[in-house]
């Protein structure tokens, strides 16, 4: 696959605001939103096979996550997301055939296949392992946030994220209301996907943009096109580079929708039209940035088609090689649990 480094040789492509960004990572954000979409796509597959007990989606959310994912530094910035991000735990370095071991629940998994699906964990990364109740992940992100500032390390950020959902918990607002009060260095990324598995934000709050409870709380709140991939990216980035400068936090709402059902287990027919599904899909992220990325310039027809056809090529090696993968041992069930020896008495 050709990747283009200058400027684009022809005469008919068409400029757009990239907000810095090289024609390579450009072309990185893009591969991150076609793995997302086919790793996602595997897990559907893999759980009506019966092979995996459980999948969850993320159709829509592409842009946010792979904007998202170009801002955070790695060896740096520590990610503790919420489980629709495999797109930006794709974009800050999570392999395919991590994403695979998780699903399987294999001994070589990070979390020794103990986890829930798409609850992936890699400290080299900077990925905190989370819960899958909504909005815990806020309290444990700030007390991240609150270690980097008690230990002074400048220059490092805490990019936390959440569903439309997590804003009716209390765990949200106490996070926010103490990261702001200690002006820690992190942000809030709201993926406002429009629905609370089956409840929809009408039913959630009268003030639907939700960016607009930061000036509450004393802190920035910013709203972006969550279906537009360079906007997300400049919207995190220059959040994230505040709270490491010391600005303090964040509260950043990307506007997106949840295009599948809530998870493998949730039939989204009982509770919104297809009509309405098939009216949201016409702003689909994926082909609008390939769309981007080939109006510019930057890929031609046939460089996409090639990526595309390499995804789906590693995707296919991962779930070969997880799949064959042994599982944990019995004996292996108090490892890594308790301090001090496996016993839960001690």
């Not at 996602?40 to 842009?63: D, T, V, Y």
């Not at 070589?108 to 986890?115: E, L, T």
């Not at 599904?277 to 027809?301: N, Q, W």
Request: aromatic share 8%; with cysteine.
């Amino acid at each position: 696959m050709s990747v283009h480094n200058d400027a684009p040789s022809s005469a008919k492509a068409k400029a757009f605001e990239r907000h810095g960004l090289s024609d390579a990572q450009l072309i990185a954000m893009f591969r991150i939103m076609l793995a997302q979409r086919v790793l996602e796509n595997r897990g559907f597959q893999l759980n009506r096979q019966g092979k995996i007990p459980f999948a969850s989606a993320s159709e829509g959310h592409e842009a946010v996550q792979a904007g998202a994912a170009m801002a955070f530094e790695r060896g740096k910035d520590i990610l503790v997301p919420y489980y629709r991000d495999l797109g930006l735990e794709l974009g800050i370095g999570l392999t395919p055939y991590e994403v695979l071991l998780s699903l399987f629940a294999r001994a070589a998994d990070h979390s020794a296949g103990r986890q829930f699906p798409h609850h992936y964990a890699n400290r080299t990364l900077g990925l905190h392992t989370i819960s899958s109740v909504i909005a815990a992940q806020l309290p444990h992100a700030v007390g991240a946030a609150y270690a980097l500032q008690y230990r002074k390390e400048r220059g490092r950020a805490v990019l936390v994220t959440f569903g439309d959902g997590a804003t009716s918990e209390g765990e949200w607002h106490e996070s926010i209301n103490f990261a702001a009060v200690h002006a820690l260095p992190i942000v809030f990324l709201c993926e406002n996907n429009e629905w609370a598995i089956s409840t929809p934000l009408s039913k959630q709050t009268a003030q639907p943009d939700l960016y607009k409870r930061a000036e509450g709380y004393g802190i920035p709140g910013v709203m972006v096109d969550g279906m537009d991939a360079i906007a997300c990216y400049a919207a995190v980035k220059e959040a994230m580079d505040r709270a490491r400068c010391g600005g303090g936090p964040t509260l950043v709402e990307a506007k997106c929708y949840r295009f599948l059902s809530h998870t493998t287990d949730d039939d989204d027919r009982t509770y919104r039209s297809r009509e309405e599904v098939v009216e949201r899909r016409k702003s689909d992220p994926v082909p609008r940035f390939e769309a981007l990325l080939a109006e510019g310039g930057i890929l031609t027809a046939e460089d996409a088609q090639a990526l595309k056809r390499s995804i789906l090529d590693e995707a296919n090696q991962a779930t070969d090689r997880a799949e064959s993968m042994p599982y944990p041992l019995p004996q292996d069930l108090y490892d890594n649990v308790y301090a001090d020896g496996w016993q839960p008495w001690r």
